[in-house]
């Protein structure tokens, strides 16, 4: 079985919209696009880390919006992320693409994806892709999250847990904080919440 890992920049309060650029994704009047870039800019640990991240055995899940969006840019500049347009890449989209980016396969449904997830191969990286990420928490199908946090409120935006994540707890399995304040966090499903009460 294939884990189905989500890969996602994050603000303080949970805002995962338009990290790379002002053009990504500008919907419902978010001004903050590129949010994430001056971070970036400011410490090579940050690079270097999502870099090695980027290079670990997968295959890649995107939902349509990102797929059009790595579809225009990567061909071009595919020297930053080495093998990315080489990969499969599953796409989750019933209306298609009219991009035809190298080794792309569309999945039309849940049950196909779920079905994919059952099969035997490589792990499936999410980048983005914030309406499948809420599809994926719903069907309680996120095996781990790649989450990077950065020092930073945005107030508005497409967050990353949204209304149909399903309780559940993680276990953190690597970490690191780079000098200006972006934590890499990542952590696997470890089972239902547990509850108790403090000092007893």
């Given amino acids: 079985m294939r884990k189905i890992i989500v890969s996602s920049f994050l603000s303080l309060d949970g805002v995962m919209q338009a990290p790379g650029g002002p053009e990504e994704d500008s919907s419902d009047g978010f001004e903050f696009g590129g949010w994430t870039a001056p971070f970036f800019y400011e410490a090579d640990a940050a690079a270097g880390e999502m870099m090695e991240q980027q290079l670990k055995p997968s ?8 797929y059009d969006i790595f579809a225009a840019y ?3 500049h595919g020297d930053f992320w080495p093998g990315v347009n080489e990969v ?3 796409v989750m ?13 569309f999945l039309n449904s849940v049950d196909e994806l779920k079905k994919l997830k059952n099969t035997e191969g490589s792990d499936l990286q999410v980048h983005g892709s914030g309406d499948l990420v809420q599809t994926l928490l ?20 497409k ?8 309780p559940s707890s993680f276990t953190l ?28």
């Fill in 173 to 200: 399995t690597e970490s690191l904080v780079v000098s200006n304040g972006v934590i890499f966090a990542n952590y696997k499903k470890a089972g239902p919440v547990r509850t108790g009460t403090i000092g007893t």
């Fill in 59 to 66: 295959e890649l899940l995107l939902g349509r919006k990102t």
């Fill in 159 to 166: 967050r990353l847990f949204g209304e149909g994540t399903q």
């Fill in 88 to 90: 499969r890449k599953y």
């Fill in 93 to 105: 989209s019933k209306s298609g693409s009219h991009w035809q980016w190298n080794n792309s396969v």
């Fill in 74 to 76: 990567w061909p071009q």
């Fill in 138 to 157: 719903k069907h309680e199908l996120v095996d781990e999250l790649w989450l990077k946090i950065f020092p930073v409120t945005l107030g508005k935006g």
